[in-house]
């Protein structure tokens, strides 16, 4: 049977820490982010993209879901096993591939 492996899909996202509300509205925008509020004063209240509401908790990634003003949270384990740091340097042209933290990608390499 064949296997598929998933392509990587870069995402733009800041982590909750609870003081950075500020931060996460001038990245995204405060459309579709609320609070923290008096009646939810540890979590922001994040608009989905089916119109739900989602608690995202300090230690939460806010993931901006694809249609302006919905996002998603991310629970930090779930987040980590899932996405990892972009470098957005890449060799030229004719490389697709991000450079590793070395700095030089498998093109590079073979130069």
Same mark, same amino acid.
């Not at 540890?42 to 989905?48: A, G, Q, R, Y």
């Given at each position: 049977?064949?296997?598929? $492996?998933?392509?990587?899909? /870069?995402? /733009?996202?800041?982590?909750?820490? *609870? !003081? %950075? ?13 609320? +609070?923290?509020? =008096?009646?939810?004063? !540890?979590? &922001?209240? &994040? ?5 739900? =509401?989602?608690?995202? $908790?300090? +230690? ?5 879901? *694809?249609?302006? +003003?919905?996002? #998603? ?9 899932? #996405? =990892?740091?972009? %470098?957005?340097?890449?060799? *030229?042209?004719?490389?697709? =591939? ?7 990608? /498998?093109?590079? $390499?073979? $130069?």
């Amino acid at each position: 049977m064949p296997k598929f $492996r998933k392509k990587p899909v /870069e995402i /733009e996202a800041i982590q909750f820490t *609870g !003081d %950075n509300v500020d931060e996460i509205w001038d990245a995204f925008g405060a459309a579709g982010i609320y +609070g923290p509020t =008096e009646k939810n004063p !540890d979590h &922001l209240i &994040l608009t989905t993209v089916h119109g739900d =509401e989602a608690p995202a $908790r300090p +230690g939460d990634w806010v993931i901006p879901d *694809g249609k302006p +003003g919905t996002f #998603y949270p991310c629970k930090p384990d779930i987040f980590a096993a899932t #996405y =990892e740091p972009v %470098n957005e340097e890449t060799c *030229g042209p004719e490389c697709s =591939e991000m450079h590793t933290e070395t700095g030089r990608c /498998e093109i590079a $390499r073979n $130069r």
